[in-house]
């Protein structure tokens, strides 16, 4: 395949300020590296707390996005278990350094020198990214390349923090909240309702399409944020950015409970009496995530099947696409699809 020497990209240049339509040129793939044809990328909440300054020191200038499906289209030196024309993801995880204490416990989520895609490295709101090729995904076939896009950050954190969840309960899940119904929690609504897990899904006030959209994929019972849910919960995960709902999860979680804030960014937590954390419910964050939950997840994902509610943008559309998900009425995920 013929690479041109530029490229269109959507670049942040100052937090705040709206992302701008740009001719850059196509990086080159080092040694390790890929250099793929970026087919579709989606747009995360994540995305959005870069844009509007809430996450410190991007690097800039940036082409943000870290949910990049593309084509193989060169290699660096020293590639293997990656051919040319091969379509794979990349993740938020853009690589690590391997010697770190965390890296040498198993924690590469926690690495001290880790990079991240569309933050610290240019990401995938571009016709071209590079790409670290130990840290690419194999993508399943069954996904078009849009409807795997959110797979690769709102599938794989959503399925962190079920996993995470999972493991602390010392008896079987059977209640699940989902705080913020958006593209995270609608991918883990369809692995719970897979498994037999009711789920109770928590909306901002008065959205009813929001809570309709959560019954459609599963959900037994939906309400607003501050609403009890009718029945203890066994777990609740936090999508949304708001940290008073910390206090609303730990009220709704029977003894023994766990709550698990999935996103990177939140606001602050109110102070709440010890009483809601007490009867040894657990409280705990999402950090990224590891390779492990990518391989494992993508390969369960067809299988449930997860099927991935999409909306697909123009690359050029970029702050249309961002300014619908920070309106909050963006039912499942905003994917960038670059023109031919």
Not at 281 to 295: C, F, I, P
Request: charge should be neutral; aromatic fraction near 8%; include cysteine.
């Amino acid at each position: 395949m013929i690479v041109p020497d530029k490229m269109l990209a959507m670049v942040l240049e100052k937090p705040g300020a709206p992302l701008e339509a740009r001719e850059i040129p196509i990086p080159e793939p080092v040694a390790g590296e890929v250099l793929l044809r970026v087919l579709a990328c989606g747009v995360c909440r994540t995305d959005l707390h870069i844009v509007d300054g809430e996450l410190s020191s991007p690097k800039l200038p940036l082409v943000p996005g870290h949910e990049i499906v593309g084509e193989v289209v060169s290699a660096g030196g020293q590639v293997s278990g990656i051919s040319i024309g091969e379509r794979v993801g990349v993740p938020w995880l853009a690589s690590t350094c391997g010697a770190c204490r965390y890296c040498r416990r198993n924690q590469e989520n926690l690495c001290e020198f880790a990079r991240y895609t569309g933050y610290t490295v240019d990401g995938g709101y571009a016709r071209y990214a590079r790409a670290d090729a130990r840290y690419c995904l194999p993508m399943p076939a069954a996904y078009s390349p849009t409807d795997a896009a959110p797979l690769l950050c709102a599938g794989l954190i959503g399925y962190r923090a079920w996993r995470l969840a999972t493991e602390a309960l010392a008896y079987p899940l059977r209640r699940v909240g989902l705080y913020g119904f958006g593209a995270a929690a609608h991918l883990i609504a369809q692995l719970a309702h897979a498994k037999d897990v009711e789920v109770y899904a928590f909306t901002r006030e008065h959205d009813i399409a929001g809570q309709a959209f959560a019954r459609r994929m599963g959900a037994i019972w939906a309400g607003a944020s501050g609403e009890s849910p009718p029945r203890k919960l066994d777990a609740a995960l936090l999508f949304a950015p708001v940290g008073g709902l910390v206090v609303e999860a730990l009220k709704a979680v029977d003894k023994g409970g766990v709550v698990i804030t999935a996103g990177i960014h939140m606001s602050e937590i109110p102070a709440f009496p010890y009483a809601l954390l007490w009867e040894e419910r657990t409280l705990r964050s999402v950090a990224n995530l590891e390779r492990r939950d990518g391989r494992e997840f993508l390969e369960l994902a067809p299988r449930v099947p997860i099927r991935t509610i999409t909306r697909a943008y123009p690359l050029r559309a970029a702050n249309e696409a961002l300014s619908a998900l920070r309106s909050g009425h963006l039912q499942g995920a905003a994917v960038l699809v670059p023109e031919s």
